[in-house]
């Protein structure tokens, strides 16, 4: 069962990062606007998908390379998460202005 680690991680690596992606890159396909209207909305399940995948890629992939990627993209994946939840206390505030 070991040996299914790696590709799984890894698939779930690639699936964080390409939503996370969308977060901040518009979509260059109409067929790609659905994942990124939905992606901000799931920010902080991508945080949490990101930070699963970087423990995967250090306790289940065999080999430096494959670790070092693993972490690499769950940590990128969720550092892009990230930046909605950054920019929503700023988001407030200048809502809460316009609306005084």
């Known amino acids: 069962m070991r040996h299914l680690g790696s590709p799984v991680a890894a698939t779930l690596a690639a699936v964080g990062l390409f939503l996370a992606l969308w977060v901040v890159v ?12 939905i992606a901000p909305e799931i920010a902080p399940l991508l945080v949490g998908w ?4 970087a423990a995967l890629g ?3 992939a065999f080999g430096w390379a494959t670790r070092r990627a693993l972490l690499g993209a769950g940590v990128a994946a969720a550092a892009l998460a990230l930046v909605p939840l950054v920019q929503l206390p700023a988001a407030v505030r200048r809502f809460d202005g316009a609306m005084r």
């Open 50 to 53: 990101g930070a699963v995948v």
């Open 26 to 37: 518009p979509p260059p396909l109409p067929l790609l606007l659905n994942a990124a209207a």
């Open 58 to 60: 250090l306790v289940r």
